[in-house]
């Protein structure tokens, strides 16, 4: 009589990828080592190491250049963001409860949406001038349109009984819209709002990079033109750094606010 031994499986972690934990926290470790070395070993101007990538942000970042630049850019950011999100979801659950108003807006807002985002900048320059109106707008104009397509989807993904119970009871079209439709389209529209939020970071350095006279944009780009490149590459690390920063907290947030979705 044979007996088979059973196969040992990998556990899976605890948000279900069967990589182990320090497996992607060895990771960044093992890239910046290499790159530490390549710029010791190579030499070469273009790749400084590390180490003095380092020693450039602690010695210019506080507290010169986070006041100077730094705050400026997430003020922009802030505002661009909040303002797009506020239109976008006001926009796409009006266009997604009501039909006609879908019929007329249609072909205005796929023309703009097809626009890249980048190629409003000189329009927005000569329109707004070069001051925060202009970066704001042009934040406002990258980051509305995956908000409003999110949460019309939304709006149209609301189950009919619901809408039918709530007319029953008597609640007019508007309080159906807020107090039926709102909380049904709440999954999408964060959905929505987590793609926005590296395009309002990547629109805010855009909106930057065009006569600006402060934020991580006009850092970025004057540093590369004085060929500055411990400085450049330490505004490419904050910003990469500053998008997971946001992008964790807003996992925290959504996931503190709307942990009923998941049972839903």
Do not use: C, K
Not at 41 to 56: E, N, T
Not at 187 to 200: D, E, K
Request: aromatic content about 8%; overall charge positive; proline content about 6%.
């Amino acid at each position: 009589m044979t007996t088979t031994t059973p196969t040992r499986r990998a556990r899976p972690a605890r948000n279900g990828s069967t990589v182990p934990g320090w497996v992607s926290a060895v990771l960044p470790v093992v890239l910046l080592a290499l790159w530490e070395l390549a710029g010791r070993v190579g030499g070469s101007v273009y790749l400084p190491p590390l180490s003095r990538v380092l020693g450039r942000f602690a010695r210019d970042w506080f507290p010169d250049v986070v006041v100077h630049d730094l705050l400026p850019s997430l003020a922009r950011f802030a505002a661009g963001f909040v303002l797009a999100a506020a239109v976008g979801i006001v926009l796409g659950l009006a266009i997604g409860t009501f039909r006609t108003l879908d019929d007329y807006l249609r072909p205005t807002l796929e023309f703009l949406r097809a626009l890249p985002a980048v190629a409003i900048l000189p329009v927005a320059v000569f329109v707004l001038g070069l001051g925060n109106a202009m970066r704001i707008a042009v934040i406002v104009f990258g980051v509305v349109f995956p908000v409003l397509v999110n949460a019309t989807a939304g709006a149209r993904s609301v189950r009919p009984e619901r809408v039918d119970a709530a007319r029953m009871f008597g609640l007019s079209r508007v309080d159906i819209a807020r107090r039926v439709v709102l909380p049904s389209a709440l999954p999408m529209i964060s959905a929505g709002l987590r793609v926005a939020l590296p395009i309002a970071l990547i629109m805010t350095v855009v909106s930057e990079l065009v006569g600006g006279q402060n934020g991580l944009g006009f850092y970025l780009t004057s540093h590369q033109q004085m060929f500055d490149i411990p400085a450049m590459f330490t505004a490419v690390i904050v910003l990469g750094v500053l998008g997971n920063l946001l992008n964790a907290a807003y996992s925290a947030a959504e996931d503190r606010v709307l942990h009923w979705a998941r049972h839903a």
